[in-house]
């Protein structure tokens, strides 16, 4: 009877300790950082996509990728703003879309969201830096724009993926046009549609009439450092981790 014992304890710990180890295994894994953004392969907890000027380095999307780095908890991030992805808001959607009034996704395979969605995030952002391009092309309405955003975010949402839409960026410094009307337009709609979901990028960076406020910016189109440090701090507030 004891030998019979014994043999059935010496069976169930040699079946326990593979499966230790397969556990252990599984939560080395999960405790490792994941990519940080830096070669493009493997999963990345964050993405982001849609305007190729948050690719430069140092921008505030480097700056949040990194500090996901420092957390040392499995998070990371891949910044897929890269090779003029972002042009036009139409490159936002995923390859085999019928080409958008806004763009064409064909040559920004890559950094639309089927490119996004090949490094299984559990977060995503789009940048709508673009905007102030893509309605200076004939035909691109703030309509198009939010039936893009929307096939982008029902995409993202299949996929199991936390999607955020940055509000548009102020287009024009003094003196403004129509199309500073079309971009609080954009602004709204995203505000409504997706209330707690958006980062706000449009109210602390244009003036009281909708115009750019120059302090946040070099050259009426990209941010200075002071609005590189503001932008990070928007999509750090917001996201968290």
Not at 169 to 179: D, I, M
Not at 200 to 218: A, E, R, V, W
Request: aromatic share 10%.
């Amino acid at each position: 009877m004891e030998r019979r014992k014994y043999g059935i304890v010496a069976r169930m710990k040699r079946r326990v300790l593979p499966i230790t180890l397969l556990f252990l295994w599984i939560f080395t894994l999960s405790a490792r950082p994941v990519n940080g953004g830096r070669d493009g392969a493997g999963p990345a907890y964050f993405t982001n996509f849609g305007a190729s000027n948050d690719a430069a380095k140092n921008s505030y999307i480097d700056r949040y990728i990194e500090y996901l780095e420092r957390l040392g908890n499995g998070s990371g991030g891949y910044n897929n703003a890269g090779g003029g992805a972002g042009g036009l808001v139409g490159n936002f959607t995923p390859l085999g879309a019928p080409d958008s009034k806004c763009g064409n996704t064909g040559p920004f395979a890559a950094t639309n969201i089927t490119g996004v969605l090949l490094h299984h995030p559990k977060v995503t952002i789009i940048s709508l830096r673009a905007t102030c391009d893509s309605l200076r092309v004939p035909g691109c309405t703030a309509s198009q724009m939010e039936t893009d955003l929307r096939m982008v975010t029902d995409l993202a949402r299949a996929n199991g993926v936390t999607i955020f839409v940055q509000t548009p960026q102020p287009c024009e410094c003094a003196p403004k046009t129509s199309l500073t009307a079309t971009i609080r337009k954009v602004y709204s709609w995203v505000k409504a549609n997706y209330p707690n979901n958006y980062i706000d990028m449009t109210t602390d960076f244009s003036l009281p009439d909708g115009t750019i406020n120059q302090k946040y910016f070099q050259g009426c189109l990209e941010y200075n450092e002071a609005g590189q440090k503001l932008a990070y701090q928007h999509l750090n507030a917001k996201l968290g981790l």
